[in-house]
């Protein structure tokens, strides 16, 4: 018995729009015209045949029509659907124009000699890391591409200034301690670590990456190493940073230090601050013929001084740093109704100036670190560890201050968390205390502009040479601002910096 074939409807399907409800009664009675299809007569049937041809070429004929009407529904769906988005399109906000001045950003930023290891503290800020966690990264950069100024073996300063808390916090080394005779302690890595695992946002690991790869893989030298290779020579440099003949590496040559990659691997590893730099002070000492090491690094997180005055108040660093003098010249400045003095006498030509490397790093709130580090001679004592590609450094002075180390943040309000906030720090100059404090009054005596609901002086968005220290070395400044954060130097172009 045959079976009954029923029409078999095909409707199109529309997406519902506005203007589609009073067509949609129509559009259905015009789509619904039934394609008789019959999927179980025999192939001979009369119904299955269209003008004479065999079953098999209905159904292909059949088939292609359906495809048509699918086609032309579509069309007919994506016309209305651009129709729609012009539509839509045209009510939409112009594309963002909007811009900034050069070292001005949104978000963070951060300034060091170096433009490889501003860079890598510029990707450490965009992947979800802090200013603590740009600066560590960045200072470890350092110590490894500007072996001449900073390193491992190096001494450091730190002034960390929390939006959120409204206060600062000092990273101390403590006093120069002597690990053999004519060699300063190495207190680089503890130091780093103790900073990082009580205000660092990414894994300690993640920090170390970049560094070690650079010291693996190999670096280009820069004008300032190069200028100190040139002006040093290269005795106990080689051979990682001679030639095959002796002579100093130039502008542009590749250095690596696969011996100080492998220190920073294992101090990747170190779990907590007080291990970080074991390992390095272990092979130090096997060097250098020790049973032990005759002192450890004791680096501590204090906080930072104070100073209240008219325009804001003051952070800074505690002693063994120049932090203490900058304090004291500055609270005489202000008070005494007599001409300032002199901050910046003429230089002595036995002046020496100890050699350091800076960095700063702000957010758009208002956090921001200022880090300074010294070997306090160009590539310090000279003596390179041969198990670690570490460079020693000269202070050894257990009661000598830490000259050089004087960073300074100052913030508008004591009690706004949303108050401007600006951050100096410098290198290059011999007597650093009277220099910043020279700096920092020549920048509260510029004109200031005025918060439209505080009434308050905000700090400039850049350093002029007015603010230098005395016209030596060289001064970083980093502030936020009006929800930005905003980076320059002095001498203008001197230290890249990078943002986002």
Same mark, same amino acid.
């Given at each position: 018995m045959e079976a009954t074939a029923e029409p078999v409807l095909y409707h199109k399907l529309q997406i519902w729009e506005p203007n589609?409800?009073?067509?949609?009664?129509?559009?259905?009675?015009?789509?619904?015209?039934?394609?008789?299809?019959?999927l179980r007569r025999p192939l001979d049937a009369p119904g299955n045949k269209v003008g004479g041809l065999p079953g098999a070429w209905a159904r292909l004929v059949a088939a292609l029509l359906l495809l048509a009407v699918s086609c032309s529904l579509a069309v007919?769906?994506?016309?209305?659907?651009?129709?729609?988005?012009?539509?839509?399109?045209?009510?939409?906000?112009?594309?963002?124009?909007?811009?900034?001045?050069?070292?001005?950003?949104?978000?963070?930023?951060?300034?060091?000699?170096?433009?490889?290891?501003?860079?890598?503290?510029?990707?450490?800020?965009?992947?979800?890391?802090?200013?603590?966690?740009?600066?560590?990264?960045?200072?470890?950069?350092?110590?490894?591409?500007?072996?001449?100024?900073?390193?491992?073996?190096?001494?450091?300063?730190?002034?960390?200034?929390?939006?959120?808390?409204?206060?600062?916090?000092?990273?101390?080394?403590?006093?120069?301690?002597?690990?053999?005779?004519?060699?300063?302690?190495?207190?680089?890595?503890?130091?780093?670590?103790?900073?990082?695992?009580?205000?660092?946002?990414?894994?300690?690991?993640?920090?170390?990456?970049?560094?070690?790869?650079?010291?693996?893989?190999?670096?280009?030298?820069?004008?300032?190493?190069?200028?100190?290779?040139?002006?040093?020579?290269?005795k106990g440099l080689c051979p990682l940073f001679c030639h095959a003949d002796g002579t100093p590496l130039g502008l542009g040559d590749?250095?690596?230090?696969?011996?100080?990659?492998?220190?920073?691997?294992?101090?990747?590893?170190?779990?907590?601050?007080?291990? /970080? !730099?074991? $390992? @390095? #002070?272990? %092979? &130090?000492?096997?060097? =250098?013929?020790?049973? *032990? +090491?005759?002192?450890?690094?004791?680096?501590?997180?204090?906080?930072?001084?104070?100073?209240?005055?008219?325009?804001?108040?003051?952070?800074?660093?505690?002693?063994?740093? /120049? !932090?203490? $003098? @900058? #304090?004291? %010249? &500055?609270?005489?400045? =202000?008070?005494?109704? *007599? +001409?300032?003095?002199?901050?910046c006498p003429p230089l002595l030509k036995n002046t020496v100036t100890p050699v350091s490397s800076i960095l700063a790093t702000v957010d758009s709130s208002g956090t921001m670190l200022l880090l300074t580090s010294s070997l306090n001679s160009t590539f310090g004592s000279g003596h390179m560890s041969p198990s670690t590609g570490v460079l020693l450094s000269d202070l050894v002075d257990r009661s000598a201050t830490s000259a050089w180390a004087c960073p300074l943040i100052l913030r508008v309000s004591s009690d706004d968390t949303e108050a401007d906030v600006m951050g100096l720090v410098a290198s290059g100059t011999p007597r650093m205390a009277r220099a910043m404090t020279h700096a920092l009054l020549s920048h509260l005596a510029r004109p200031q502009t005025h918060t439209h609901q505080q009434h308050q002086p905000q700090p400039q968005q850049g350093p002029t040479d007015s603010s230098s220290t005395c016209g030596q070395g060289t001064l970083l400044q980093v502030a936020a601002h009006a929800e930005h954060s905003h980076v320059s130097s002095v001498p203008s172009g001197c230290c890249p910096f990078q943002g986002f």
């Open positions: 589609m409800e009073s067509e949609e009664e129509e559009e259905e009675e015009e789509t619904s015209e039934p394609l008789v299809l019959s007919r769906q994506l016309q209305r659907r651009g129709s729609l988005t012009g539509r839509l399109g045209s009510m939409a906000p112009p594309a963002n124009v909007h811009s900034h001045p050069t070292g001005v950003y949104h978000h963070g930023a951060i300034i060091s000699p170096a433009a490889i290891c501003s860079h890598l503290g510029q990707e450490l800020l965009a992947a979800g890391g802090n200013v603590v966690d740009a600066g560590v990264g960045a200072s470890l950069c350092l110590a490894v591409v500007h072996p001449h100024a900073t390193g491992l073996g190096a001494m450091f300063w730190g002034l960390f200034h929390n939006n959120s808390s409204a206060n600062a916090t000092a990273l101390t080394s403590g006093p120069a301690q002597t690990l053999a005779p004519g060699l300063g302690l190495p207190t680089a890595l503890p130091a780093l670590h103790l900073l990082h695992a009580h205000f660092g946002h990414l894994p300690w690991s993640h920090l170390l990456m970049g560094p070690t790869m650079l010291a693996q893989e190999g670096f280009l030298v820069d004008a300032s190493l190069a200028r100190a290779l040139a002006t040093q020579g290269t590749r250095a690596t230090n696969p011996k100080l990659a492998a220190v920073l691997r294992k101090a990747a590893l170190a779990p907590t601050p007080a291990l /970080a !730099g074991d $390992e @390095l #002070l272990n %092979l &130090l000492s096997r060097d =250098l013929g020790l049973e *032990e +090491p005759l002192a450890r690094p004791t680096p501590t997180l204090v906080p930072a001084l104070q100073f209240s005055m008219t325009q804001g108040i003051l952070f800074t660093t505690p002693g063994p740093s /120049a !932090g203490p $003098e @900058l #304090l004291a %010249l &500055l609270k005489t400045a =202000l008070h005494s109704r *007599e +001409p300032s003095p002199d901050l």
